[in-house]
């Protein structure tokens, strides 16, 4: 059963940072291209990022670039996404996915940017 779990979200003041966390179990991690999406309230779901699974391939999001370093480590079956420079429109569940276009997601973790 394929299972990603996401953890590491929480409220954070404009400017800071949170790091993010994705367990993946049930398929072979090390094979697979990996992304981030998130979902604001009331809006539609957003890719932000995405990683090869060798992590020679690595693009963001324009809205995220420059402020977030997404990275995996595939002895741990692990991915991560590094959040700098928090703003409050990153306000958002953020899920790990196998597909950019996170048909195939956990179930998310909260990021709240607020002072």
């Known amino acids: 059963q394929v299972q990603l779990v996401e953890s590491g979200g929480g409220l954070v003041q404009p400017g800071g940072s949170l790091r993010l966390s994705c367990t993946a179990s049930g398929f072979v991690f090390r094979n697979s291209g990996m992304s981030w999406v998130r979902q604001a309230p009331g809006k539609e779901l957003e890719w932000v990022s995405t990683?090869?699974?060798?992590?020679?391939?690595?693009v963001y999001a324009d809205s995220v670039k420059g402020r977030f370093t997404i990275s995996r480590d595939n002895a741990k079956n692990t991915l991560y996404l590094q959040m700098t420079k928090l703003k409050p429109e990153d306000t958002a569940l953020y899920y790990c996915a196998r597909d950019r276009a996170g048909l195939r997601r956990g179930q998310g973790t909260q990021v709240t940017v607020a002072s």
């Open positions: 990683i090869s699974d060798g992590s020679r391939y690595i």
